[in-house]
């Protein structure tokens, strides 16, 4: 993008909509941080939470902090949609991302009140469907991700989807610091998704009576479950950040450490791609 992004952001990152894992707090904390703060409003088992939720976020913020972020799942199964929609008009979220189908329902009502809206996609048959809807962004979801994940690699996607659009463009897989922020944004995007704060899959799987070193082969991110435990609430998934975490920190200090990071990739870059002189 030439233009500027209309939200005061500290560094181009997102805390990625997380489900059953992101809540207000979080989002808050995100958004104080200088960064976005996102959440699936699935995360609320009633429309009534999700006013809560809603409201008490709002509530909490101020001009300067970062914008917030609602993630609402437009698939035709979703019977709530017109419900959290109408709650979204309501407290306006300055950024709209839509999951698991068309963004056409939410556009409208997001572009009425000034909101942008992107649309999570996963491949680029979806990311040419939403960009011919005139969403303002895409949030490509590559392979690494923790969540409903692509298979592309994050530059790969990044590249072709840039041939054939120019609005917001955010990524996210395996991004796991603040020197793959910089290689994101050099790239082509003009954001990051990160996620993954919490989710470990060895706790969760001998929680479910499952031994994460005995069962035959790779663990993979396709598990059933039982009658008793179910995928997504007992058994997590993460993505393949999860390496680089090393401890529980708030998330201040995440983002502290983000942009350092961020900071010294961005200088690295620059003083390896200085033009030297012929001296030199």
């Known amino acids: 993008m030439t233009t500027a992004f209309p939200h005061p952001m500290r560094l181009p ?30 995360n609320c088992r009633t429309v009534a939470d999700l006013d809560a939720w809603m409201g008490q976020i709002t509530d909490a913020l101020s001009p300067g902090d ?3 972020v609602a993630n609402l799942i437009t698939h035709s199964t979703n019977a709530r949609l017109a419900e959290d929609l109408a709650l979204v008009a309501q407290y306006k979220p300055p950024i709209v991302i839509t999951a698991l189908g068309s963004p056409k329902p939410v556009m409208e ?3 009425a009140y000034g909101g942008l809206v992107f649309a999570d996609v996963v491949n680029m ?6 960009a011919d809807a005139g969403v303002d962004g895409l949030a490509c979801i590559s392979a690494g991700a923790g969540g409903h994940t692509g298979h592309l690699s994050p530059f790969a996607f990044v590249s072709a989807v840039r041939e054939f659009f120019d609005g917001w463009l955010t990524i996210g897989g395996g991004i796991a ?16 998704y990160m996620g993954t704060p919490a989710s470990w899959l060895k706790p969760s799987l001998r929680a ?12 993979t991110r396709d598990y059933s479950g039982d009658a008793a435990h179910k995928r997504w609430r007992d058994i997590w998934a993460a993505g393949q950040g ?25 200088a690295r870059f620059a003083g390896l791609t200085a033009p030297r002189s012929a001296a030199a």
């Open 13 to 42: 990152v997102i805390a990625a909509p997380m489900f059953l894992v992101s809540g207000p707090e979080l989002v808050i904390a995100a958004c104080k941080a200088g960064i976005g703060g996102a959440f699936p409003t699935p």
């Open 242 to 266: 999860l390496q680089k975490v090393g401890a529980v920190e708030p998330t201040a200090v995440v983002v502290d450490r983000l942009e350092a990071e961020y900071r010294a990739a961005a």
């Open 125 to 130: 048959a979806l990311a040419k469907k939403a």
């Open 109 to 111: 009502t997001v572009k």
């Open 177 to 192: 610091d603040g020197a793959g922020v910089a290689g994101a944004i050099a790239a082509g995007a003009d954001m990051v």
């Open 66 to 68: 970062g914008p917030w």
């Open 208 to 219: 479910a009576g499952m031994d994460p070193d005995a069962l035959g082969g790779p663990i």
